[in-house]
């Protein structure tokens, strides 16, 4: 029985369905602000409780057959994909080897450039350096330049970070991009000729952690490495936790978060998904943060795609649909690596879905020469390898130049109601099958 406690317990909630319900589209923007309001009304509460040069993969201390908190669930395999499907297959595939080879060089980048070689293909992607081939991770952990510039240094012995062009462009962000790698704590680093671990590295960003600053990157990378009930002490000597963190991020504005705010929702979802894969009720700041995450799903398929299937190039500020390529690049890239990762399961052969990963491909199997900015693209490849592996259940051999083949282009498909402008319009959109409801959480 739903008792009066647990409709407390759950108000935010459905006071923000029922905003979903009588707000208009037109004020979606709003209407976010206002859903993020909601969901902070208790938020000061504590909650409960190539094949021959590929790089050797580094070892995981992953117990076999036991997967990491927030691993990239696997739908299951089916016997057998509809041709449309076996051709996006095929282009998935097409796409990721052919972007392999084109390593990041670390004469000519620097290290943030070198990270975001990392994002793309994680433990396999490797880098130039000195004109031979090495793995990113263990060049990364090495604390391997860029252009002859290195994100780590040792302050009185201890790890330290450096912040800036061509290093990272946030508080954790070398950290994060370990953690979507699934790079593993013990993984060793070695800083100015001392030995670490990956683990040194946590404790830095767990001592780092400051109210009122950015804490995006720290959240994605604390929500893999930690237990959501895990508890520290900043080096203000303040307690911290995974809900205060998650609170934080929660109490930022979305536009105003690092790549349009995908970054923001990436977090966010991850902490959610820790906690999903250790079957620990979704209560508290961890309910909002799902609804929250849930409430921009919908905000993203109903009023900020593009009748070509792609995403806003002003993100979630509004829709556009900006003629340059980069851009394009940048803001279906970003979006889709957070939905293909968000999303259920069953939701990822949804004609919405489909249509803006065909709209990826084309663009990156069609730029010419494959020359695509290094952040852009490195963020878009993950969105490919979320998608493949979590849709298809089976990863493709990046390194067989085999899966190099011409395809044809995806036949440019038009959302319903699209206007003779080729956008469509928000009543068009907001009628079609695909509601909020549609992308409940996956378990």
């Not at 009066?4 to 979606?28: E, G, H, R, V």
């Not at 016997?79 to 097409?94: F, G, V």
């Not at 001592?207 to 604390?222: N, R, V, W, Y």
Request: aromatic content about 8%; charged content about 20%.
């Amino acid at each position: 029985m739903f008792s009066c406690s647990m409709f407390a317990k759950y108000l935010p909630q459905f006071i923000m369905l029922a905003l979903l319900t009588i707000i208009p589209s037109d004020d979606l923007n709003d209407q976010l602000a206002r859903i993020r309001q909601i969901l902070l009304l208790d938020s000061a509460t504590p909650s409960n409780a190539a094949a021959a040069n590929q790089p050797k993969k580094p070892a995981t201390n992953n117990p076999a057959n036991k997967s990491s908190p927030d691993e990239v669930a696997v739908a299951p395999s089916k016997p057998k994909w509809t041709k449309e499907q076996e051709l996006r297959r095929a282009k998935i595939a097409s796409c990721l080897a052919t972007y392999y080879r084109q390593p990041v060089d670390a004469d000519k980048l620097r290290p943030w450039s070198i990270m975001h070689g990392l994002i793309g293909y994680g433990q396999r992607s490797w880098t130039i350096v000195g004109g031979k081939s090495v793995n990113t991770v263990e060049y990364l952990a090495a604390n391997g330049a860029g252009d002859g510039i290195q994100i780590l240094y040792l302050e009185d012995g201890k790890i330290q970070t450096r912040l800036g062009p061509g290093v990272q462009g946030h508080e954790g962000q070398l950290l994060a991009m370990f953690a979507q790698a699934d790079v593993p704590a013990t993984q060793p680093m070695t800083i100015e000729g001392k030995s670490f671990t990956v683990q040194d590295l946590i404790d830095f960003e767990m001592i780092g952690c400051t109210s009122g600053k950015e804490l995006t990157f720290k959240l994605i990378a604390l929500a893999h490495y930690l237990d959501p009930d895990a508890r520290w002490k900043n080096h203000l000597g303040e307690d911290w936790d995974m809900s205060r963190l998650i609170r934080e991020e929660l109490a930022q504005p979305l536009t105003e978060g690092a790549c349009g705010g995908t970054h923001r929702l990436t977090a966010l979802s991850y902490a959610v998904n820790a906690r999903v894969k250790r079957n620990q009720p979704l209560e508290g700041v961890w309910l909002r943060a799902d609804t929250y995450v849930m409430a921009c799903q919908g905000h993203t398929f109903n009023n900020l795609q593009n009748s070509d299937g792609s995403f806003s190039t002003l993100f979630f500020k509004g829709r556009e649909n900006h003629t340059d390529l980069m851009r394009r690049l940048y803001a279906t890239g970003h979006i889709l690596e957070w939905l293909a990762y968000s999303l259920p399961e069953k939701n990822l052969h949804d004609f919405r879905v489909t249509v803006a990963v065909d709209y990826l491909l084309d663009l990156m199997l069609t730029a010419p020469g494959h020359a695509l900015d290094v952040g852009p693209r490195g963020h878009a490849i993950h969105a490919l390898v979320i998608y493949e592996q979590r849709a298809f259940g089976t990863p493709s051999d990046w390194a067989d130049t085999k899966n190099i083949v011409k395809l044809p282009m995806t036949s440019k498909m038009i959302l319903p109601s699209a206007t003779k402008s080729g956008i469509p319009s928000d009543n068009g959109l907001n009628s079609s099958p695909y509601k909020r409801s549609s992308f409940m959480r996956r378990r």
